[in-house]
């Protein structure tokens, strides 16, 4: 269901265009269509929809923009066409189409007259409004292929669309002449598809149409007789907020029994409280109660725990893996080294490679350290060649 509502305003006309007047077509999906629509979001299905009824009734030169021309070049008619999707059950566009060009049918705008330099705008009391001038209706009809374009159907529905494989909109008027033709989906067509298609809409567009102008001439037939018409008709009968429904006859007798043997037959409740513990006079406490959870881990903290106690596991092992066998090369390369003594307390730097264990170490020690490790260096080699 789709609410159309049209107003119109004097404003400037376009510098290329300055005798003819400006058309304006809006849109909106509100969450009181769908739940899923977002209110001042621009989805990609608004600004498809918007583009294809800019197509449909702006590019098809359905209304003639000349005659919106009050002063050329200085006065024009601003015609904006606002949609407001009332409830989104599939196939907006082809209800979108519908419901603007019957509200363009049946807007009157106010009567002008011009006097020198001088626009005096007429109230509907002082003259009657006037309508606008449209030449033909165009009308989009949709269709849902399914299984790459072996079934076709129209005027898909919201679970039809979540399924379809490609959607086809064709808009057309009663004089068979194609406004605008649209494609969307995964799938290729073939010409007699296309054809096919065409002519279906056609028919539908030729009933559509012959339905709108009947409604527009007892709208104005009950106007002239002074009855009601427009949003007022539409209240009582809810036609605009909601579907019509036929109301059910609702049996209530026997209701007292019914529900007595539905409680006969239910299962006993599992839980059995027990009776009230007094522990202290003004104290009670009913049942045996259950343990604290507050502070206890849910099972998903409880896993991310537990993965991250096996890393540090793992790293701390891996440490002590490497540690051992830092000590162990240090140990093998200083066997044959003499112990030096010395009284510095500058630290021990060691270069780690990634992925190498450490080879060499290397002390900063003073120049006298240097020395002395020479001196014994060259005594221990004096003592093998005499030994030899």
């Known amino acids: 269901r789709v609410l159309a509502q049209v107003s119109c305003e004097l404003v400037p006309p376009k510098p290329n265009r300055p005798t003819e007047g400006i058309l304006f077509f809006n849109l909106e999906l509100s969450p ?17 929809l918007n583009r294809l009824i800019e197509r449909c ?12 021309c009050v002063v050329a ?28 060009i019957v509200a363009l049918c049946h807007f009157r705008r106010p009567d002008v007259s011009v006097q020198g330099e001088e626009v005096t705008v007429y109230t509907p009391e002082e003259r009657d409004p006037v309508p606008l001038s449209i030449h033909h209706m165009p009308i989009c009809v949709s269709f849902a292929f399914f299984q790459q374009g072996t079934y076709l159907l129209v005027d ?6 979540r399924v379809m494989d490609g959607l086809l909109v064709i808009a057309m008027n009663k004089h068979r002449e194609i406004c605008t033709i649209q494609s969307s989906g995964g799938i290729m ?24 102008q009947k409604a527009l001439e007892n709208d104005q037939k009950v106007r002239k007789e002074g009855g009601k018409f ?11 907020t909601a579907f019509k429904m036929e109301s059910a006859a609702v049996d209530t007798n026997n209701v007292e029994e019914q529900a007595e043997e539905i409680i006969t037959k239910a299962d006993p409740p599992s839980e059995v409280f027990a009776k009230p513990i007094l522990h202290t006079p003004g104290t009670a406490q009913i049942g045996e109660g259950i343990e604290n959870s507050w502070g206890d881990l849910e099972e998903s903290e409880r896993e991310e725990a537990a993965e991250e106690e096996g890393e540090s596991e793992a790293a701390a092992f891996e440490c002590r893996e490497m540690e051992t066998e830092d000590t162990s090369t240090m140990r093998e390369t200083k066997k044959d080294e003499p112990i030096v003594l010395s009284d510095s307390e500058e630290e021990e730097v060691v270069i780690l490679e990634p992925q190498e264990l450490p080879k060499k170490t290397r002390t900063q020690t003073s120049s006298k350290q240097e020395n002395t490790s020479k001196k014994a260096f060259n005594k221990r080699r004096k003592k093998k060649r005499a030994a030899r």
């Open 189 to 212: 067509l073939v010409q007699d598809q296309v054809l096919r298609c065409s002519k279906i809409t056609a028919v539908k567009v030729a009933e559509i149409t012959e339905l709108i």
């Open 73 to 100: 070049g200085e006065k024009v008619w601003q015609i904006r066409l606002d949609l407001h999707l009332l409830n989104h059950d599939g196939n907006i566009i082809d209800a979108a189409s519908i419901a603007g």
């Open 57 to 68: 009734l702006r590019n098809s030169k359905c209304i003639d923009t000349e005659s919106l």
């Open 156 to 161: 898909p529905s919201e679970r039809e669309e």
């Open 32 to 48: 009181m269509a769908a739940p899923g629509f977002e209110p001042g979001r621009q989805s990609e299905l608004l600004v498809k």
């Open 230 to 240: 427009g949003f007022a008709e539409s209240i009582p009968n809810q036609k605009i």
